[in-house]
């Protein structure tokens, strides 16, 4: 079997799937027919991808699709599609820059990118991450290793025996990625302080400043932008000050509220962020590129590299900067290179209006949804849609296949969240889907 007939079909099969994306119910079922039994002979590789399309298309969520508005999900920009295939054919180990000068570069490149759309420290460090969980936890793993440096605490060699103890501070709703990314660096999810939120789920500075403990230890204020249920942004100048005046390490965990900065619009949701000492966002949420591609930012370039770098005498490094030095991972994708394909693609320009054009879309789902007679939760702040509804509508609304949202309970009420990070959905989409969550409503 020739290589070029295989790939070929292969890229058929995928442009079937993506140009149907849009005509496609987009909530998946079983996939009964992937329960193949282990065979003692091969088979033709052709067959095998015929028979994998096939078997897996009733259990694909059209996640990639113009109506999907679950878990801030972002679908794939063509250009980035077609640079993720080539990351594919191209096959890089891209731990190192001799391994893949090429990928070292891209990241290189596209990191700084990522920084000048964003607002944020140039000289910062940067590494490319699987997603927002790795993202915060490569950047707090910096943090950690900074706070106990300080203090005469070799954290990277010691670990945590006797370590002096690190006060950890984080809003109300914070995001269960840096709890998760908390308790896998030993400091722990229920010894946290939880600070008090605002009514849309924003931290309040002045509940941050009663809650600080006495001085004398280190300290970790964790801060968001994106509140996963109503887009809210923590006032980040007034939480900066309070935290530079102790000493502290700022984190900001960005996932998707941080591409707000990259927009003339709403980058007032994010100022002062270039305060933070650390920053986590993804790539695979608005900047749409395939999974899975995210971003630890560091302002402090050497506690990155101190808490993240690997050697061994068979890893001879290249003089300039090694991709692995700043994420957990070193064998991995190449994944900087659709987002640098994305980004190159766009312009300024074309990153902003794709935050804004989603942010327009919630807008109007927002208002058709509330003159349908469906009651919003929280203020809408960016491209986050909150409205009441008990656990059947949610079902309802995703058996039928119009459109895919997910189920919350917020502040005891069980609602549903509509997410809008597609560069696909058009208003005809929102209004579709608004008919579609209105006529699943009960009564």
Same mark, same amino acid.
């Given at each position: 079997?020739?290589?070029?007939?295989?790939?070929?079909?292969?890229?058929?099969?995928?442009?079937? !799937?993506?140009?149907?994306?849009?005509?496609?119910?987009?909530?998946?079922?079983?996939?009964?027919?992937?329960?193949?039994?282990?065979?003692?002979?091969?088979?033709?590789?052709?067959?095998?991808?015929?028979?994998?399309?096939?078997?897996?298309?009733?259990?694909?969520?059209?996640?990639?699709?113009?109506? !999907?508005?679950?878990?801030?999900?972002?679908?794939?920009?063509?250009?980035?599609?077609?640079?993720?295939?080539?990351?594919?054919?191209?096959?890089?180990?891209?731990?190192?820059?001799?391994?893949?000068?090429?990928?070292?570069?891209?990241?290189?490149?596209?990191?700084?990118?990522?920084?000048?759309?964003?607002?944020?420290?140039?000289?910062?460090?940067?590494?490319?991450?699987?997603?927002?969980?790795?993202?915060?936890?490569?950047?707090?793993?910096?943090?950690?290793?900074?706070?106990?440096?300080?203090?005469?605490?070799?954290?990277?060699?010691?670990?945590?025996?006797?370590?002096?103890?690190?006060?950890?501070?984080?809003?109300?709703?914070?995001?269960?990625?840096?709890?998760?990314?908390?308790?896998?660096?030993?400091?722990?999810?229920?010894?946290?302080?939880?600070?008090?939120?605002?009514?849309?789920?924003?931290?309040?500075?002045?509940?941050?400043?009663?809650?600080?403990?006495?001085?004398?230890?280190?300290?970790?204020?964790?801060?968001?932008?994106?509140?996963?249920?109503?887009?809210?942004?923590?006032?980040?100048?007034?939480?900066?000050?309070?935290?530079?005046?102790?000493?502290?390490?700022?984190? +900001?965990?960005?996932?998707?509220? +941080?591409?707000?900065?990259?927009?003339?619009?709403?980058?007032?949701?994010?100022?002062?962020?270039?305060?933070?000492?650390?920053?986590?966002?993804?790539?695979?949420?608005?900047?749409?590129?395939?999974?899975?591609? *995210? +971003?630890?930012?560091?302002?402090?370039?050497?506690?990155?590299?101190?808490?993240?770098?690997?050697?061994?005498?068979?890893?001879?490094?290249?003089?300039?900067?090694?991709? *692995?030095?700043?994420?957990?991972?070193?064998?991995?994708?190449?994944?900087?290179?659709?987002?640098?394909?994305?980004?190159?693609?766009?312009?300024?320009?074309?990153?902003?209006?794709?935050?804004?054009?989603?942010?327009?879309?919630?807008?109007?789902?927002?208002?058709?949804?509330?003159?349908?007679?469906?009651?919003?939760?929280?203020?809408?702040?960016?491209?986050?849609?909150?409205?009441?509804?008990?656990?059947?509508?949610?079902?309802?609304?995703?058996?039928?296949?119009?459109?895919?949202?997910?189920?919350?309970?917020?502040?005891?009420?069980?609602?549903?969240?509509?997410?809008?990070?597609?560069?696909?959905?058009?208003?005809?989409?929102?209004?579709?889907?608004?008919?579609?969550?209105?006529?699943?409503?009960?009564?």
């Amino acid at each position: 079997m020739e290589t070029d007939d295989v790939v070929d079909r292969a890229q058929q099969l995928a442009r079937e !799937y993506i140009s149907g994306l849009a005509r496609r119910p987009v909530g998946g079922a079983d996939a009964p027919g992937l329960r193949r039994p282990l065979t003692d002979e091969g088979l033709d590789p052709i067959e095998v991808l015929e028979d994998l399309a096939a078997d897996a298309d009733p259990g694909l969520v059209a996640s990639a699709g113009p109506r !999907y508005f679950g878990f801030v999900v972002g679908g794939s920009l063509p250009v980035a599609t077609g640079a993720d295939w080539l990351v594919s054919a191209w096959d890089q180990m891209s731990g190192m820059y001799s391994s893949s000068p090429a990928v070292a570069i891209a990241e290189e490149v596209t990191a700084a990118w990522m920084l000048e759309l964003l607002g944020l420290p140039a000289l910062a460090s940067s590494g490319f991450t699987t997603g927002a969980q790795m993202a915060n936890f490569t950047c707090l793993a910096a943090a950690r290793g900074a706070l106990l440096g300080a203090l005469g605490w070799d954290v990277e060699d010691r670990g945590l025996f006797g370590a002096p103890e690190i006060d950890v501070l984080v809003g109300d709703e914070v995001h269960v990625t840096v709890l998760v990314a908390l308790r896998l660096l030993g400091l722990g999810e229920a010894r946290v302080t939880r600070v008090p939120v605002d009514a849309n789920g924003a931290m309040d500075p002045g509940a941050l400043r009663e809650a600080l403990p006495p001085g004398g230890r280190p300290l970790l204020v964790c801060a968001q932008a994106g509140n996963v249920n109503t887009g809210a942004c923590d006032p980040l100048e007034p939480i900066a000050e309070i935290v530079a005046e102790r000493g502290g390490w700022l984190h +900001l965990d960005g996932a998707f509220g +941080l591409w707000a900065a990259a927009s003339p619009r709403f980058a007032h949701l994010v100022a002062g962020r270039e305060r933070a000492n650390s920053w986590a966002l993804d790539a695979h949420k608005w900047l749409n590129v395939p999974y899975d591609c *995210a +971003l630890a930012v560091v302002g402090d370039p050497e506690a990155h590299r101190r808490a993240m770098t690997l050697s061994a005498a068979y890893l001879q490094g290249s003089g300039t900067r090694e991709p *692995a030095q700043f994420v957990p991972e070193a064998s991995r994708r190449a994944r900087a290179i659709p987002a640098y394909a994305a980004i190159r693609s766009l312009g300024r320009r074309g990153v902003a209006d794709l935050v804004e054009r989603c942010c327009d879309h919630a807008a109007m789902m927002s208002a058709l949804l509330s003159e349908g007679g469906l009651e919003l939760l929280g203020d809408l702040v960016l491209n986050q849609v909150l409205v009441a509804a008990d656990p059947g509508h949610v079902a309802r609304v995703q058996a039928e296949g119009t459109c895919w949202l997910g189920g919350t309970v917020w502040r005891g009420r069980d609602a549903l969240r509509v997410s809008f990070s597609n560069w696909s959905t058009t208003e005809a989409d929102v209004r579709r889907s608004a008919r579609a969550i209105l006529e699943a409503a009960p009564g």
